[in-house]
């Protein structure tokens, strides 16, 4: 059974740092482009940071960059988000999620996506 959990999520202050994790089990996702995407109440799921199964190519969605970096070990079959200078807006559930390394690159498009973790919420307070 494939399953991702998301964890580091949190309460943090504006301007504070927070890192999450999310470890794949099931399957090796080496092959995979690896994403993160977020919710909030009453909103689609946007694209944040995707990484490509190799050569470390990296998308970032401009609201987040400059600020959060996007990084695997694929020893681990673990995908990471650092995320430093948070901003209110920033709060939101969290998710990974894994895409065929079939699928175009870059995949900023949730449909591109086929396995998801339940997700990490992260409240970033002003």
């Known amino acids: 059974q494939v399953q991702l959990v998301e964890s580091g999520g949190g309460l943090v202050q504006a301007g504070g740092s927070l890192r999450l994790s999310c470890a794949a089990s099931g399957r090796t996702f080496s092959r995979d482009h690896m994403g993160w995407f977020r919710q909030t109440p009453g909103k689609e799921r946007e694209f944040v940071a995707a990484i490509a199964w190799i050569g470390g190519s990296t998308r970032y969605a401009d609201s987040v960059k400059g600020r959060f970096t996007i990084s695997r070990d694929d020893a681990k079959n673990t995908v990471y988000l650092q995320m430093n200078s948070l901003k209110p807006e920033d709060t939101a559930v969290y998710y990974c999620?894994?895409?065929?390394?079939?699928?175009?690159?870059?995949?900023?498009?949730?449909?591109?996506?086929?396995?998801w973790g339940q997700g990490t919420q992260v409240t970033v307070s002003s």
């Open positions: 999620a894994t895409a065929s390394r079939s699928r175009s690159w870059p995949t900023t498009d949730q449909y591109q996506y086929n396995y």
